[in-house]
């Protein structure tokens, strides 16, 4: 996979060879390849890389992109230069559209990821959702910091975090009942069951709460 930095020291160095005795169709054509240079190379870098530095590939796209259209326009005879341009122009937009998609999935990834460490607290490792690291000890503490959590911003969660909410409250319930065989006390037990009717009572008023409002928004948009 070419790097971003390789990617721009090779797009330089094609442009500073241009001589300024050289005829206009040439400096064109240096131009052009020099642009589709950039599109060919760009297009291989690795859709995630891509996307922690789109700001500049973007930037350097559209520069380039402005000083080959520019040469060429002043040239009588200029199809051909033209179709290349615009053969890399479909390229890059078909990698943008991917690369954007790329983006979309990492920010969701995000921010399921932040949801979770604020819904399970400082307890929360990272794992799969077996929470092996939940125990007899810390299993009230993690209920109680969900609810709370979930309490203070019931009002702001989307329909999509609600339904990963869901998914995570069913999985902590689920490391509870391997925690009770482990010695689990009555006294925790039955606040964690207090928890649970409060989670389920604000479950159900909000999430169907925020899927009216996210229809009523679809509603003005259209």
Excluded: P
């Excluded at 996307?51 to 520069?63: F, L, P």
Aim: hydrophobic residues 30%.
């Amino acid at each position: 996979m070419k790097t971003m930095k390789l990617i721009l020291v090779s797009v330089a160095l094609v442009v500073t060879v241009m001589s300024c005795n050289k005829s206009k169709k040439d400096i064109a054509q240096k131009k052009v390849d020099a642009y589709t240079a950039y599109v060919d190379s760009v297009s291989n870098v690795e859709t995630d890389e891509a996307v922690k530095n789109w700001e500049t590939i973007e930037n350097d796209y559209r520069e380039m992109e402005s000083e080959a259209s520019k040469t060429v326009v002043e040239l009588e005879n200029n199809t051909e230069l033209q179709n290349s341009i615009d053969e890399s122009a479909v390229k890059y937009e078909a990698y943008k559209a991917e690369v954007m998609e790329e983006h979309e999935r990492m920010e969701s990834e995000r921010l399921k990821t932040e949801l979770r460490k604020s819904l399970l607290g400082k307890g929360y490792t990272g794992d799969d959702m077996k929470f092996t690291w939940i125990n007899k000890d810390n299993i009230l503490s993690v209920y109680q910091n969900f609810v709370d959590t979930v309490d203070k911003n019931k009002d702001s969660y989307s329909r999509e975090d609600w339904d990963e909410i869901k998914l995570i409250y069913e999985a902590i319930d689920t490391r509870k009942n391997t925690v009770e065989n482990e010695g689990l006390t009555s006294e925790d037990n039955r606040k964690i069951a207090g928890l649970k009717v409060k989670f389920s009572s604000m479950y159900t008023v909000n999430r169907i709460g925020a899927k009216s409002d996210e229809n009523a928004e679809a509603k003005e948009q259209s």
